[in-house]
């Protein structure tokens, strides 16, 4: 799962992170550039000697580039946690998203709700926390089974602070 508590249900204060899916690790970014790069230049080995050669580089380094450039930004724009801290008289969940934009909400959990929304939302089974005025939104990036079994942990950690 993609998310992880930092402390025990029993504890005073109980830190929750989490974190978007990330398919492609960093080595297997390199390992695929890599790959791509080694096909790319198996055209080039019959030109090597031949003018065609300076033709055909520019656009094999190009397209590479582009490439790279975008497996790059799609890694920074799911470069997305959101750490959620239950204390005995404050919740607070801090969002860091793409370009490290930081949002903030806190509230006392004496009077926060924990709501699944099954069809109502931008995905199924959206889970929301509500308090101090206002909704925010929990692990919208995890799939829906995740967030089912994030709620009733949720849940029950919220009550044991009760």
Same mark, same amino acid.
């Given at each position: ?14 830190? =929750? %992170? +989490?974190?978007? #899916? *990330?398919?492609?690790?960093? /080595? ?7 790959? &791509? ?46 750490? =959620? %801290? +239950?204390?005995? #008289? *404050?919740?607070?969940?801090? /969002? ?7 949002? &903030? ?48 942990? +949720? ?8």
């Amino acid at each position: 799962m993609p998310y992880h508590w930092s402390d025990t249900p029993t504890s005073a204060s109980q830190r =929750l %992170t +989490l974190w978007a #899916h *990330r398919s492609l690790t960093n /080595r297997g970014f390199v390992g695929f550039v890599g790959a &791509t790069a080694a096909l790319f230049l198996l055209p080039l080995i019959t030109q090597i000697g031949h003018p065609g050669l300076w033709v055909l580089l520019p656009f094999l380094l190009s397209a590479l580039a582009a490439l790279w450039w975008a497996l790059d930004r799609n890694q920074r724009d799911r470069a997305i946690t959101e750490d =959620l %801290t +239950l204390e005995p #008289h *404050r919740i607070a969940v801090i /969002r860091t998203g793409p370009h490290r934009k930081h949002q &903030t909400w806190e509230a006392n959990p004496h009077w926060v709700r924990l709501t699944l929304h099954p069809e109502a939302g931008p995905v199924p089974n959206y889970l929301t926390l509500s308090g101090n005025g206002r909704e925010v939104e929990l692990g919208a990036f995890l799939t829906e089974a995740e967030r089912i079994a994030l709620k009733a942990d +949720l849940e029950a950690r919220i009550a044991a602070l009760r």
